[in-house]
């Protein structure tokens, strides 16, 4: 605490405001926070949480008041649901910021910390810029105080081990409950993608 005191001291003395502080303060707030991974699926949603692993695996369902329009329940207690992420977009931005709200809450009582986490969240590819803001705007609004937002193939790809990096081709076919993703990735970005809805339920439905 002492060495802390001292560094605050010095940098107020000397006006010494670069990198160094902001870098010491960012390390200090990220030890006391926790790392929330999330998968907005269109079936069922997954949240990974840092040193522990995947802590949540709910439907993706909202349920709400037809006559208030108000959300009574989400994920596994909204089974008998009303409203949902549909075909992989974010339908509604209230539904989308409650539901993160929810399980960011739930998240955070299985190791509380004391700052706010940070939060990846995993979109569909081929989703508008307006969206992909929808989700980070979102996600800032349930409680998430750094928010990073990466295409599901490339999170799949990353997770794999695939070399997207590197100035080759990378194929990736990312099949969900509702869409599967297909994208072609070279040197850390996605050079092609294309999102179908056809997927695991799909496959499921005609099996059986």
Do not use: W
Request: glycine letters at 10%; proline letters at 3%; one cysteine or more.
């Amino acid at each position: 605490m002492r060495g802390i005191l001292f560094c605050v001291k010095y940098f107020y003395k000397t006006g010494f405001y670069g990198m160094v502080p902001i870098i010491m303060f960012k390390n200090l707030v990220n030890k006391f926070s926790n790392d929330i991974g999330i998968d907005l699926g269109t079936a069922n949603t997954l949240v990974y949480l840092r040193g522990t692993g995947i802590v949540i695996n709910e439907p993706s369902l909202v349920a709400l008041n037809t006559k208030t329009n108000r959300i009574v329940a989400v994920g596994t207690l909204a089974k008998e649901m009303l409203g949902r992420i549909i075909d992989g977009v974010i339908a509604d931005f209230e539904v989308t910021e409650e539901m993160l709200t929810y399980l960011i809450t739930k998240t955070e009582k299985i190791s509380k910390k004391f700052f706010s986490p940070r939060v990846v969240i995993g979109i569909p590819s081929g989703i508008t810029s307006v969206e992909h803001r929808a989700v980070y705007d979102a996600a800032k609004s349930a409680g998430a105080r750094e928010v990073y937002i990466v295409e599901e193939p490339m999170a799949a790809a990353i997770g794999i081990g695939l070399p997207v990096h590197e100035p080759v081709g990378n194929m990736i076919v990312d099949i969900g409950g509702g869409t599967t993703d297909i994208a072609v990735i070279s040197l850390s970005g996605i050079v092609q993608s294309k999102s179908i809805k056809v997927a695991g339920d799909r496959m499921n439905h005609d099996i059986i």
